[in-house]
């Protein structure tokens, strides 16, 4: 194993001067030799038994293998495709299926997405990677930097995007409906898991016999098993997860970043419940400002978690807002937009009344941006397959959405303090110390990364 992993190392670092990793039916934009992408799934219990579920059954994907490193939260997805191969290691997993594979689907915890799609699109597999893209800003621009490089399919598991609510929005706001946009709102309920100023765990608790637990430990440092973050509630802690924005925002902000063509953020600033440097707070409240962009003004966007919510949106029946658990809402000088999930759906005028009069009045213009007729997965296979992006493709589209989500979790680090960011220079420049959370806490253990690309 360790003369396999040197030979595929050696032939990582030699193909970053000219990068010919892929296989040659993708180079052609062809169709795969057996007419089918043959894929791998990394992680499959949770999110990924979804993933697993919707790809598996797809007449166009061929499963080579499952690798997790939890069999009993992976036990479903067993149960449900008991001739698949199964494996702990993505490592493993490449030297011994590598040349079977095409593309890989990764859904663990977020610590592990960067090492694993690196890992990935070095050996020239396409990549399907569950939101968020990464756990830090860093890995996220190294993400994008890859992923050009080695010219692989990519595609942000931000399910919404393939969705049709945004490109309503997207519609109603350039034919003039909503008219200049003042403000937008976005609420949740989460955390739905252990989040808040948590301290590290003393050692005492049994690692279960069907977890593999230095596996899902990954590149984070050594730290004593818990179930109180293993294998649900990792998103709270900041050595594995991003916390309620992470979990929530790579959808819910989709909805209004990709309608209005908001770009990267100019100012923020954030406060929250206490937190420490393992656990990230219960509840947060951030503000972004976005700088005015061809004919739309500058606009402000307001993140409201745990369950708290503004005190009046226009336009928003107070009743609405109140029954609302997860919504975003686009204000604007004419009409306000809003949506009643993480994804856009049911994507409406407020209020309702007022919707049933544009409808009447045919007011509303018909669709022109075009529609995606499969599911967000499939959508990345038949990407694959034909040679073309997929619709959110991290390199054009899904990593500057992902770094935007990722600069929300940083004002909390500066209570009340405004933050002035340079979007070109992608850095902040009132205060230089917010950089340093662009990247990781603590150093990657190497043994998980695949060597320099």
């Not at 730290?223 to 309620?244: D, I, K």
């Amino acid at each position: 194993m360790r003369e396999n992993r040197r030979k595929f190392i050696k032939k990582t670092m030699a193909g970053a001067f000219g990068f010919s990793l892929l296989p040659n039916w993708v180079a052609c934009s062809s169709t795969p030799p057996s007419g089918k992408l043959n894929v791998a799934f990394v992680g499959v219990g949770g999110r990924g038994a979804e993933s697993a579920k919707n790809l598996c059954t797809y007449d166009k994907v061929n499963p080579v293998v499952f690798c997790d490193v939890d069999d009993l939260n992976a036990a479903k997805t067993y149960r449900s495709f008991p001739n698949v191969p199964r494996m702990y290691d993505y490592r493993r997993m490449f030297d011994k299926f590598g040349k079977d594979i095409d593309a890989v689907v990764i859904s663990t915890p977020d610590h592990a997405h960067y090492p694993i799609a690196a890992w990935a699109m070095a050996n020239g597999k396409h990549i399907y990677l569950e939101k968020p893209m990464t756990r830090t800003v860093w890995e996220s621009r190294e993400i994008a930097r890859i992923a050009e490089k080695t010219g692989v399919i990519t595609q942000l598991g931000n399910q919404g995007h393939s969705m049709d609510h945004w490109r309503k929005v997207w519609e109603w706001y350039h034919a003039g409906i909503l008219g200049e946009v003042e403000e937008v709102y976005v609420w949740t309920d989460r955390p739905i898991w252990n989040q808040g100023p948590y301290a590290v765990p003393d050692g005492k608790e049994k690692i279960p016999a069907t977890l593999d637990y230095k596996l899902w430990l990954n590149v984070a440092p050594d730290t004593p098993y818990s179930s109180l973050f293993v294998p649900f509630h990792w998103r709270g802690f900041r050595n594995f997860g991003t916390g309620a924005m992470g979990d929530h925002a790579c959808h819910a902000f989709d909805w209004p970043y990709s309608a209005l063509d908001l770009g990267m953020p100019i100012k923020m600033k954030g406060t929250s419940s206490e937190f420490n440097e393992f656990g990230w707070p219960k509840k947060m409240l951030t503000e972004f400002e976005f700088a005015a962009k061809g004919s739309r003004p500058p606009v402000k966007l307001y993140w409201f978690d745990a369950s708290q919510k503004p005190k009046e949106i226009k336009g928003v029946p107070a009743n609405i807002l109140a029954a609302t658990r997860n919504g975003t809402a686009i204000v604007g000088k004419k009409e306000t937009a809003i949506c009643f999930d993480q994804f856009g759906t049911n994507t409406m005028i407020s209020p309702r009344e007022r919707m049933v009069e544009l409808l009447k009045s045919k007011a509303l213009p018909e669709p022109t941006l075009p529609r995606i007729d499969c599911s967000h997965q499939r959508n990345f296979v038949n990407s694959c397959i034909e040679g073309k992006k997929a619709e959110s493709d991290i390199v054009s589209y899904a990593a500057d959405l992902n770094e935007f989500v990722l600069l929300g979790t940083i004002p909390i680090f500066f209570q009340n303090q405004e933050l002035i960011f340079d979007p070109a220079k992608r850095e902040f420049t009132n205060v230089k110390e917010a950089n340093s959370y662009f990247n990781s806490s603590y150093a990657y253990k190497q043994e998980f990364l695949p060597g320099k690309i």
